[in-house]
T-cell receptor, first 115, second 111 residues
Framework: TQLLEQSPQFLSIQEGENLTVYCNSS?????LQWYRQEPGEGPVLLVT?????EVKKLKRLTFQFGDARKDSSLHITAAQPGDTGLYLC???????????????FGKGTKLSVIP | NAGVTQTPKFQVLKTGQSMTLQCAQD?????MYWYRQDPGMGLRLIYY???????DKGEVPNGYNVSRLNKREFSLRLESAAPSQTSVYFC??????????FGQGTRLTVV
């Protein structure tokens, strides 16, 4: 089973519209990250949320961490063509050995903003 | 700032050939990762290195080997390439599993 479920998988909207994408899990996390990946590039970190209920804003992007720290959302206001890309959520996951962690990603939401 | 550098950027292999993907970071990070990205599958961890001299298997390690040559370099080797290994490969590094910095990727096609 996938640790992080992202929805929707694809989203195509007109410039100026608002949208929300989601990252859900049945597990509790100490923190959650959101990345954006543009075509032909590697993912780039947008934000890290740490506290349950936390809301962070990055210009037109609003990130929320669920109260129970199991889920997160990303809301974009007045989407622009430059917002086009793959949005990925990621969490630290304990792996073999004390203090050993890996970053696990969801499958992402592919956003297309049409001019 | 170079960040994470991957070579090569593109590669075409014949089935059964071997190759090594190189990755180097200049941020003095302890942790380094190799991911593969396939359509609809997101980023899947192949191997992970928490520090120089240590490596761990990730979600999809079969068919791959890695070497953490030193703190800067983490290479991924395909001993006998298969068409199922056609993918985009990303190397990443982080300091204590905080923000991950990614390279630009290697687009590998196995025919």
């Amino acid at each position: 089973t996938q640790l992080l479920e992202q929805s929707p998988q694809f989203l195509s909207i007109q410039e100026g519209e608002n949208l929300t994408v989601y990252c859900n899990s049945s597990s509790v996390f100490s923190s959650l990250q959101w990345y954006r990946q543009e075509p032909g590039e590697g993912p780039v970190l947008l934000v890290t949320v740490v506290t349950g209920g936390e809301v962070k804003k990055l210009k037109r992007l609003t990130f929320q961490f669920g109260d129970a720290r199991k889920d997160s959302s990303l809301h974009i206001t007045a989407a622009q063509p430059g917002d086009t890309g793959l949005y990925l959520c990621a969490v630290k996951r304990a792996y073999s050995g004390a203090g050993s962690y890996q970053l696990t990603f969801g499958k992402g939401t592919k956003l297309s903003v049409i001019p | 700032n170079a960040g994470v550098t991957q070579t090569p950027k593109f590669q075409v292999l014949k089935t059964g050939q071997s190759m090594t993907l190189q990755c180097a970071q200049d941020m003095n990070h302890n942790s380094m990762y190799w991911y593969r990205q396939d359509p609809g599958m997101g980023l899947r961890l192949i191997y992970y290195s928490a520090s120089e001299g240590t490596t761990d298997k990730g979600e999809v390690p079969n068919g791959y080997n890695v070497s953490r040559l030193n703190k800067r370099e983490f290479s991924l080797r395909l001993e006998s390439a298969a068409p199922s290994q056609t993918s985009v490969y990303f190397c990443a590094s982080s300091y204590r599993n905080t923000e991950a910095f990614f390279g630009q990727g290697t687009r590998l096609t196995v025919v």
